[in-house]
T-cell receptor, first 116, second 114 residues
Framework: AQSVSQHNHHVILSEAASLELGCNYS??????LFWYVQYPGQHLQLLLK??????LVKGIKGFEAEFIKSKFSFNLRKPSVQWSDTAEYFC??????????????FGKGTKLSVKP | DSGVTQTPKHLITATGQRVTLRCSPR?????VYWYQQSLDQGLQFLIH???????AKGNILERFSAQQFPDLHSELNLSSLELGDSALYFC?????????????FGSGTQLSVL
């Protein structure tokens, strides 16, 4: 079955540190890849997505992710984190075979705590 | 504000009971998804409706059912509730349910089964 793995359950960083959150998926076909973020007390919202083209995708708030097909990975990065980046980050994948079946398979999430 | 409304925000009930969770999608969105979030399982896809029709089923128990009404709001019915059904239930919507579309999530309904 299709699955998404996020390697870190909880990451603690100081402000200005660089961030990389790992994500691997198991599906072998063409996929669409997403990172969603959930700030404390808020709803899930999209950070960035990849479905074709340049494998380096830029999202909101200075985040970027790189799709490496050979490694089935879609890692999230940010060069310098801020206290306001404290949140839970979810990697997700949807199978790209057309049609109206955009249901996402999510990883279990990584909690990021940024110390001021 | 995502534009997706879920009610109620919190629900406390007893084992064996039945509850209904409601979701109103963003204006103009035809697709509604339901997800269950628990500590051990993470975010699990339950079911997807598009314009009133069921499009995909995930890890949804037979005790659970859903529907999408002509006005596009959706309800998730959970029956014969068990302690393990305690979780946060999210609804999300998108314009057409395509695989590369962004989903807009509601704030969730926290269900506690005692």
């Amino acid at each position: 079955a299709q699955s998404v793995s996020q390697h870190n359950h909880h990451v603690i960083l100081s402000e200005a540190a660089s961030l990389e959150l790992g994500c691997n998926y198991s599906y072998g076909g063409t996929v669409n890849l997403f990172w969603y973020v959930q700030y404390p007390g808020q709803h899930l919202q999209l950070l960035l997505k990849y479905f074709s083209g340049d494998p380096l995708v830029k999202g909101i708030k200075g985040f970027e992710a790189e799709f490496i097909k050979s490694k089935f990975s879609f890692n999230l990065r940010k060069p310098s984190v801020q206290w306001s980046d404290t949140a839970e980050y979810f990697c997700a994948v949807s199978k790209n075979y057309g049609g109206s079946q955009g249901n996402l398979i999510f990883g279990k999430g990584t909690k990021l705590s940024v110390k001021p | 504000d995502s534009g997706v409304t879920q009610t109620p925000k919190h629900l406390i009930t007893a084992t064996g009971q039945r509850v209904t969770l409601r979701c109103s999608p963003r204006s103009g969105d035809l697709s509604v998804y339901w997800y269950q979030q628990s500590l051990d399982q993470g975010l699990q896809f339950l079911i997807h409706y598009y314009n009133g029709e069921e499009r995909a089923k995930g890890n949804i128990l037979e005790r659970f059912s859903a529907q999408q009404f002509p006005d596009l709001h959706s309800e998730l019915n959970l029956s014969s509730l068990e302690l393990g059904d305690s979780a946060l239930y999210f609804c999300a919507s998108s314009v057409a349910g395509q695989t590369n579309e962004k989903l807009f999530f509601g704030s969730g309904t926290q269900l506690s089964v005692l």
